[in-house]
């Protein structure tokens, strides 16, 4: 199971490629790749969505993740940037879908609330658990792409709550 | 001179391709196709964007415009249905990127201010002045791709503008 996690932004979109090795006995989850993708604030945002898009479509040739795990952006207060961000969010859905993954949306703070165990926790928190998570010597850097690894933790230890149930 | 209008929208997206023939002395602009890309309600929004970016890059192909005309978004009074138009309008500014398309950006006011002379007109004012601008015997149907068409017709008329100033 390979999940990559977005978070998406216009300036830069966090991005981590997990993968959850189920066979093994534990320390099961491990990071593949994580970054961020910049697009140039002198640039159309057309021609931003274009290198946004063509950056998602490279790192899903490159590992061919089956889910795509993605932050939810109906929630900021600035109504300009919530819709250029829907702007981002968009071109990222259609690369997903058109690479047939699955999707799976989460809201920021169901994020935290999954990684950290508090859906108010802070950036540093986030890197902090991210880093506990998938046992990595120092926390993913800049914070977006910690962000990113957490959305696709988010769907990976979720997803495992009814495998252990059912074991139970 | 070939101009691709938008009226973005995820249930349906009006859209018109409008030719200047502007070696001609009068009545130089002429519609050459419109009508409105719809996707199932019932789908996914990742789903829904992929057939909105497929219609489009099909319209791109079928009359290779030189621009897109699409109206602006950031006006809408809630807040969760304008986000959702962003992804739409999103994946629209993309496909029109990809070829490589000049993109001009409307307020929906200034596209009615332009092409009824009142930012403020109905859908059935836009109707009828597309119509008669274009020498149809009906109103496009239904409003979604007079819009689009509308939005066409606001980059060429304002684009005239100079040309006839030059000319005086």
Known sequence: ??????????????????????????????????????????????????????????????????????????????????VVLGHARGVVLLAAQQSGMRIAEYPPAEIKKTVVGAGAATKEQVQFMVARLLRLKSAPQPTDAADGVAAALAYLLTARVPRLERVR
């Not at 961020?36 to 490159?62: F, H, K, M, N, Q």
Request: net charge negative; charged share 25%.
């Open 1 to 82: 199971m390979i999940v990559l996690g977005i978070d998406p932004g216009t300036a830069a979109t966090g991005y981590g490629v997990v993968t959850d090795h189920s066979g093994e006995p534990r320390g099961s989850l491990s990071l593949v790749e994580c970054g961020v993708i910049r697009t140039a604030p002198r640039d159309g945002l057309s021609v931003r969505l274009c290198g946004l898009y063509d950056e998602v479509r490279a790192i899903i040739a490159r590992h061919k993740p089956d889910v795509l795990a993605i932050e939810d952006v109906f929630y900021a207060k600035n109504v300009r940037t919530t």
